[in-house]
């Protein structure tokens, strides 16, 4: 969940705003600066049996995509107008561990999904600066692909979703007519380079560190 910390006025006690700010991007459709209207906020708050715990729920959802997000407000302190809003699900950001070049680009695919030229162009440029970051510099897209293969990178099968990413923002370079991207073209190239992305760069950052020539 995503934080966010608001102060409400004393003649207006509740929580939710109208209109959620300070989102850079929906966490449903990834639009930046998204409009994220409130939909539904009950009277007063759910208790939990038990501890007797409240929660105040509330709905909202996104002009752009009319997906629905929740938010959690949790009152800092009693009778305090300080709120901490939380954010479910929480917006997307590109793992850490991406180089900073296909970061960029991570990012711009995800943004545009509702653009799907721009968004195609974006996965494939993710791609691409990724294995250029392996150290595969030399000649086209596709010969860096398949070096990455012979290089036991990825495998034959992961060769064919990096192609794919690559036919597909080919075909918006080049005009091709007869077929207009979609925004599932747009969302299945985008998942494919965030899962290169992640056997690539985050997977492997998450073991430990090797030490003294290597792990037991
Ligand atoms: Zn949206």
Redesign the pocket.
Known sequence: MTRIQIRTSDNNPSPFIKQLVDIEC??????NN?H?SLRYSPSKPATAHGTGEQSWWAFY???????P?NVKAVQLQKGSPIWDLFVDPKPWTPFASLPCEAKRYMKQARNTL?SPDASLLMSASCVDAMLKHLGLEKGSLYKRIEEAVQEGLITNEMSRWGHLVRLEANSVRHADKGKEPTIEDAEQSFLFSEKLAEILFHIPSLLPEEKNGGTK
């Open positions: 929906c966490p449903r459709c990834g639009i998204p994220i959802s996104c002009e752009s995509c009319a997906k997000i509702s």
